[in-house]
């Protein structure tokens, strides 16, 4: 009886691995096809890529000394 349930709690922790991989990949499919929305509504403007001059940008923003 041991082993059996064992067993059933290895396939429950495996269906609920699967289920989390499948809400991710949800929720990255939802983000990307919003991501320019999005961005306008928090009034942002959407690159697909950072190039190396938008880092830059960003990070003369955040007033950090070394």
Known sequence: ???VLER????????EDS?????GVQ???????HAVAMA??????YRE???GQDIIDLTHSWG???
């Not at 059933?8 to 269906?15: A, G, T």
């Not at 289920?19 to 809400?23: E, R």
């Not at 929720?27 to 096809?33: A, K």
């Open 40 to 45: 306008d509504r928090l009034g942002l403007r």
């Open 8 to 15: 059933i709690d290895h396939s429950l922790e495996e269906i």
């Open 27 to 33: 929720i990255r499919s939802t983000i990307g096809r």
């Open 49 to 51: 890529r950072l190039i």
């Open 64 to 66: 950090t000394t070394i």
């Open 19 to 23: 289920l989390y991989s499948i809400i």
């Open 1 to 3: 009886m041991r082993d």
